[in-house]
């Protein structure tokens, strides 16, 4: 057994000996859904003070508005009615450091994990490859504020997204913990 999944196995004996949600209803309590990134640093929980069972928090790379993510989205209002949504991506992501063409020129050099310096990104070795990564848009950043408004227009621009449905536009400060408003992204976000 790895040392990981020794932890993660230990953790949750320890969280079902006091666990006490049983109760929780499956719609989120205070009706709202988040998205955000994936990215370990992040703790919606805490920045946003939610408890279990609160809102939807939905992670990806970048916290883009992908095709799942908007799906994700459209079930919580749709079966689970939640009311406002959040995007809220960060200050220092990954998702800034490469673009497309490099992601897709790193997979079909290898399928091993690459390292960064200051000169960019390198494959560490030989090994299985896939030219399959440049059909996939790696939705990478250039600008967070840039990103988070193009996110909120896809959401509320989208056929399965009714109007009346809030979008706000956030960046989290990965060294104050502050979330910061995109105010062209909260404008564009506004319910009808």
Request: with cysteine; charged share 25%.
């Given at each position: 057994m790895s040392k990981i999944l020794n932890e993660v196995l230990l953790a949750n004996r320890d969280y079902r000996n006091n666990f006490d949600k049983a109760d929780l209803a499956m719609p989120p309590a205070r009706q709202f859904a988040i998205l955000t990134c994936m990215d370990a640093r992040l703790d919606p929980a805490k920045y946003a003070g939610l408890a279990e069972g609160d809102a939807h928090v939905i992670r990806n790379a970048g916290g883009r508005a992908s095709d799942d993510a908007i799906r994700s989205l459209v079930i919580s209002y749709k079966l689970l009615g939640t009311r406002e949504w959040f995007v809220i991506h960060h200050t220092d992501c990954g998702m800034e450091t490469f673009t497309n063409d490099i992601m897709?020129?790193?997979?079909?050099?290898?399928?091993?994990?690459?390292?960064?310096?200051?000169?960019?990104?390198?494959?560490?070795?030989?090994?299985?490859?896939?030219?399959?990564?440049?059909?996939?848009?790696?939705?990478?950043?250039?600008?967070?504020?840039?990103?988070?408004?193009?996110?909120?227009?896809?959401?509320?621009?989208?056929?399965?997204?009714?109007?009346?449905?809030?979008?706000?536009?956030?960046?989290?400060?990965?060294?104050?913990?502050?979330?910061?408003?995109?105010?062209?992204?909260?404008?564009?976000?506004?319910?009808?």
């Open positions: 897709s020129e790193l997979l079909d050099s290898s399928l091993k994990t690459a390292s960064v310096d200051a000169e960019g990104w390198h494959d560490c070795c030989d090994g299985p490859s896939s030219a399959e990564g440049k059909y996939i848009n790696w939705l990478t950043i250039k600008d967070q504020a840039i990103s988070v408004t193009e996110d909120v227009i896809r959401i509320k621009s989208h056929p399965l997204v009714p109007a009346d449905i809030p979008v706000y536009g956030y960046i989290y400060d990965v060294k104050t913990g502050n979330l910061i408003e995109v105010p062209t992204a909260t404008e564009v976000g506004k319910a009808k």
